[in-house]
């Protein structure tokens, strides 16, 4: 099992830039032949495996530059700037985003732990900051291939999909990354109920009261945890889920106005304000500026 031919079976699905579907749901490939600087944008619960060129990802002033030697984990939703600085056509960018499915990752995390791999107690819980790099270890690769080999034949993706899938699932439990993602999909980790809740609801009203009634803690632990898991102080997290939200769908051609309300905002004049004060622009501008072909970043 080799990262050349899982580079091959992505080759042969791929013939434009942006995601493309593999038949199997929630496994999607990507290509980049133009550099994209970072930009705004939310990684729902995934894996991203980079087989060709590097991508690189900022949250919240933390860099992780990742290539063929080392895969991003992101658990949980979160709110980030991430591109692709040296994609180019003689460098491209070839790669495989997967969903990671909540019920099944937890279903593994817990059989793990009644088959005797219990977590280890760590004191302060999960601290790993929201995502994780991660080596390419032959578990992963020979489980990333077995996946992608079913998208040449629909019967087979559709036979055999779940049940590669949830091989894939394993071997990140199972690699670096793997007590990271167990702790956010273990039934101990409280803060992923708020993160997920936020994440699906960006269009209502969302209090840090409600936010700490959902992860089982008071204001004020609750704010302590949330701050060693993200980075990030609550509020400070919800805004950014909100207004990057926003600029990915301004990107993407949706109105200034209409992408305001998608994310929650009732004002205009608070939303141009907060807008202009994180990205250095109006929505205007940046609309004017910034559309990125969706899945590049």
């Not at 032959?138 to 040449?152: I, M, N, S, V, Y």
Request: glycine letters at 8%.
């Amino acid at each position: 099992m080799s990262k050349q031919r899982i580079k091959q079976l992505i080759e042969a699905c791929i013939d434009q830039d942006g995601l493309t579907e593999t038949g199997i749901l929630g496994v999607r490939l990507f290509r980049a032949t133009q550099a994209i600087p970072c930009v705004p944008a939310v990684y729902e619960p995934s894996v991203v495996a980079i087989v060709s060129g590097s991508k690189e990802a900022v949250l919240d002033g933390h860099k992780y530059l990742y290539d063929d030697s080392r895969y991003l984990c992101c658990p949980m939703s979160m709110p980030v700037k991430a591109g692709t600085p040296k994609a180019s056509v003689d460098n491209p960018l070839y790669g495989v985003f997967i969903s990671l499915n909540q019920r099944v990752m937890t279903e593994l995390a817990l059989e793990m732990e009644n088959f005797g791999r219990a977590l280890p107690m760590i004191k302060g819980g999960l601290r790993a900051h929201g995502i994780r790099l991660a080596e390419w270890d032959e578990g992963f690769t020979d489980a990333l291939q077995r996946l992608l080999q079913l998208g040449a034949n629909p019967t087979d993706a559709a036979v055999l999909g779940d049940a590669r899938l949830r091989e894939l699932y394993y071997a990140i439990l199972q690699g670096e990354a793997g007590l990271f993602a167990r702790q956010a999909f273990g039934a101990g980790n409280a803060i992923a109920r708020p993160i997920a809740h936020v994440s699906s609801h960006l269009d209502a009203p969302i209090s840090i009261d409600d936010m700490a009634a959902r992860a089982g803690m008071s204001r004020a632990a609750f704010h302590r945890r949330f701050k060693q898991v993200t980075t990030m102080a609550p509020i400070q997290f919800v805004k950014s889920m909100r207004l990057n939200n926003a600029a990915m769908k301004i990107a993407a051609g949706m109105t200034v106005n209409e992408a305001a309300i998608g994310v929650g905002y009732v004002s205009p004049s608070q939303f141009s304000r907060e807008f202009k004060r994180m990205y250095g622009q109006s929505p205007r501008q940046w609309s004017n500026s910034h559309h990125v072909a969706i899945g590049s970043a």
